[in-house]
């Protein structure tokens, strides 16, 4: 399933989203840096992609790490997963990371996340008295592993 999303060069080195493969999930985000951008261990930065977008009404454009990156450079988004709402209208960045003891570059037209945009559900939040009855009940974090 394919969709128009427009987007808006806010910079012109700003690179167009690709995906990877026919068949990859994530369209990967380009670092838009005049020159590269070093983190240290612990540092968050916000990097630009010089993009702004329309994201379609009903879906969100969540932003994930990309695997590579994380395990070769310890670098990945610092809020785990950035949403673009349908009604923002501003530059994607995304708030990058370092997880590693070492310190990490950044390079201009680096691939520095991916986006999959998914479809959503906007909730009608009801007040109860009670919840139906599950097996599992209030059972949290480990409740459903190994005993």
């Known amino acids: 399933m394919t969709s128009d999303v427009r987007i808006k060069k806010l910079n012109e080195k700003a ?3 690709t995906y990877g493969t026919e068949f990859s999930a994530g369209a ?3 670092a838009c840096l005049d020159e590269a951008v070093t983190l240290a261990p612990g540092e968050t930065k916000l990097i630009k992609t010089g993009l702004a977008m329309e994201v379609p009404v009903g879906y969100a454009g969540l932003i994930y790490a990309r695997s590579g990156l994380a395990t070769k450079k310890g670098l990945a988004p610092a809020n785990k997963v950035g949403v673009v709402d349908a009604d ?3 530059e994607v960045m ?3 990371h370092n997880h590693s003891l070492t310190e990490a570059t950044v390079e201009p037209g680096e691939r520095i996340a991916q986006m999959v945009i998914a479809p959503f559900l906007t909730a009608n939040f009801v007040v109860a008295d009670e919840l139906e009855d599950t097996v599992r009940g209030a059972g949290g974090f480990g409740s459903t592993g190994m005993k």
Do not use: E
């Open 94 to 96: 995304v708030a990058l």
């Open 88 to 90: 923002y209208r501003g």
């Open 28 to 30: 990967d985000l380009y």
């Open 15 to 17: 690179i167009v989203p």
